[in-house]
């Protein structure tokens, strides 16, 4: 992978949700994170790179893929080769006993900008809300790092506690909080944890939901978003590549618009807040 140096530009573009990996399953083994289906499409941090060139945007949030589960080689590798464009979220163990020895690691030795948990992969994650999974939310915390959350919609309710309990945790929910799946009572749940001031959302994977729930569930809950999370909390983002099994990079841009109107042309929603979040270019 060849390296990519300089300051981000003026104008910062970031997708705030892509993943990455490798085309050589032989040098970045699969090791699939909860029996997480292995990816069809090209996902390599190139094509990546032209991907965002190609759509006028400077950088990315990769957040580790499921496919990997714990093995961060191919994520470290291309988030040091072209830095400032790209910040690294990393997965850890939420109750293994080393995972917050793991999270200082991964952050302070190899430059993670933040950590994803995955309610989303479990029936009853208890360690989301009790005390098994306090001392990794104190580590991230500590590091000053994002704390996404990838729930299921009858899960953002759940985000509560910990947004109350950890009051300085930078924390993001992903997807929308999968509010689209939910009918009314996510949304509304999505639209509670506005309250919080320590509490962002994603508003990305917009051409998944229109396409598992229907395209009125995912412009209610993007308008939801917005209005009430407003221009500083909230982050563009396409989860590429799986997002090109239903529309172009480009088309989740248009998807936004239809959804936010004129409202999707915020430099926040496009870049500065995730820019903020995941400390690029520091």
């Given at each position: 992978?060849?390296?990519?140096?300089?300051?981000?530009?003026?104008?910062?573009?970031i997708?705030?949700?892509?993943?990455?990996?490798?085309?050589?399953?032989?040098?970045?083994?699969?090791?699939?994170?909860?029996g997480?289906?292995?990816?069809?499409?090209?996902?390599?941090?190139e094509?990546l790179l032209?991907?965002l060139?190609?759509?006028g945007?400077?950088?990315?949030?990769?957040?580790?893929?499921?496919?990997?589960?714990y093995?961060?080689?191919?994520?470290?590798g291309?988030?040091?080769?072209?830095?400032?464009r790209?910040?690294?979220?990393?997965?850890?163990?939420?109750?293994?006993?080393?995972?917050?020895?793991?999270?200082?690691?991964?952050?302070?030795?190899?430059?993670?900008?933040?950590?994803?948990?995955?309610?989303?992969?479990?029936?009853?994650?208890?360690?989301?809300?009790?005390a098994?999974?306090?001392?990794?939310?104190?580590?991230a915390?500590?590091?000053?790092?994002?704390?996404?959350?990838l729930?299921?919609?009858e899960?953002?309710a759940?985000?509560?506690?910990?947004?109350?309990q950890?009051?300085?945790?930078?924390?993001?929910v992903?997807?929308?909080?999968?509010?689209?799946?939910?009918?009314?009572?996510a949304?509304?749940?999505?639209?509670?944890?506005?309250?919080?001031?320590?509490?962002?959302?994603?508003?990305?994977?917009?051409?998944?939901?229109?396409?598992?729930?229907?395209?009125e569930a995912?412009?209610?809950?993007?308008?939801?978003?917005?209005?009430?999370?407003?221009?500083?909390r909230?982050?563009?983002?396409?989860?590429?590549?799986?997002?090109?099994e239903?529309?172009?990079?480009?088309?989740?841009l248009?998807?936004?618009?239809?959804?936010?109107?004129?409202?999707?042309?915020?430099?926040?929603?496009l870049?500065?807040?995730?820019?903020?979040?995941?400390m690029?270019?520091?």
């Amino acid at each position: 992978m060849s390296g990519t140096t300089g300051k981000l530009s003026a104008e910062v573009r970031i997708d705030g949700a892509v993943h990455i990996w490798s085309g050589d399953a032989m040098a970045y083994p699969w090791a699939p994170h909860d029996g997480h289906e292995l990816p069809e499409p090209q996902g390599t941090v190139e094509s990546l790179l032209q991907t965002l060139d190609a759509n006028g945007f400077t950088g990315a949030v990769c957040v580790q893929p499921r496919v990997y589960g714990y093995d961060h080689a191919y994520l470290i590798g291309a988030v040091h080769a072209h830095r400032p464009r790209l910040a690294g979220v990393c997965l850890v163990n939420p109750v293994r006993p080393f995972g917050p020895r793991e999270l200082e690691v991964l952050v302070v030795d190899h430059g993670m900008s933040g950590v994803r948990l995955l309610p989303l992969a479990q029936r009853n994650p208890q360690w989301f809300v009790d005390a098994s999974g306090d001392p990794l939310w104190r580590a991230a915390n500590d590091l000053g790092i994002v704390v996404s959350v990838l729930v299921r919609a009858e899960q953002i309710a759940l985000v509560e506690s910990r947004a109350r309990q950890f009051p300085d945790a930078r924390i993001v929910v992903d997807h929308l909080g999968s509010a689209p799946t939910g009918g009314s009572t996510a949304i509304d749940d999505l639209i509670g944890l506005s309250g919080y001031s320590n509490v962002s959302v994603k508003v990305s994977a917009l051409s998944f939901f229109a396409a598992t729930a229907s395209w009125e569930a995912t412009e209610d809950a993007a308008r939801a978003a917005r209005d009430s999370f407003g221009p500083d909390r909230v982050v563009f983002g396409t989860d590429w590549p799986y997002s090109t099994e239903n529309v172009p990079w480009s088309d989740e841009l248009v998807l936004l618009e239809r959804a936010l109107g004129s409202r999707a042309d915020e430099s926040g929603l496009l870049g500065e807040n995730a820019a903020r979040l995941w400390m690029f270019g520091q």
